[in-house]
């Protein structure tokens, strides 16, 4: 490895939030959990509240859904119920995966059946499928910061890759 490559900070990941209107509250907790890793620069979050007035708002989910590295599907039955989400964000964010353009996971906010949805095959977040909206939450919240391990794999895989590269 070349000192240029060991001093390479990588960049931040991306990550895109889903999610139901109805579930705004739980999408704030989550934010809020995830602060260290916005902190630390480990991660640049973002949602539809963050539209800007005057700003072309499908234009801008769509520009969003397509850079972001982390797409996580905040998973209720308002969410399956939203046409929006269903029709633009899963769709999108399904196709990205299945490319290998993004890493899409669904989160459990609140209970429902999500059986049979295209993303039912995709490991949730937290791993013992509880959904998040319990009233002792922390501790699933918590569990969703694994996407800090993923973080941790792709930078190596890209140290690697670019060490590759130079020789």
């Not at 196709?95 to 095959?121: M, N, Q, Y």
Request: net charge negative; proline share 4%.
């Amino acid at each position: 490895m070349t000192e240029a490559t060991k001093n390479k900070t990588p960049e931040s990941i991306e990550v895109f939030f889903s999610y139901s209107r109805e579930d705004e509250e739980l999408r704030k907790k989550l934010t809020a959990h995830l602060s260290a890793l916005k902190r630390e620069k480990v991660i640049t979050a973002w949602h539809d509240l963050e539209i800007s007035a005057g700003t072309e708002r499908d234009e801008e989910i769509e520009k969003r859904l397509n850079s972001a590295r982390v797409i996580l599907l905040l998973i209720s039955a308002d969410f399956i119920n939203s046409e929006d989400n269903w029709q633009r964000d899963v769709k999108r964010a399904m196709e990205r995966h299945k490319a290998g353009e993004a890493r899409v996971i669904p989160v459990l906010v609140r209970e429902c059946d999500w059986e049979g949805t295209p993303f039912s095959k995709l490991e949730p977040l937290p791993s013992n499928g509880k959904a998040i909206g319990r009233p002792d939450n922390d501790e699933a919240f918590t569990e969703v910061n694994r996407i800090r391990n993923y973080y941790l794999n792709l930078s190596y895989l890209m140290l690697v890759m670019e060490a590759a590269i130079l020789h």
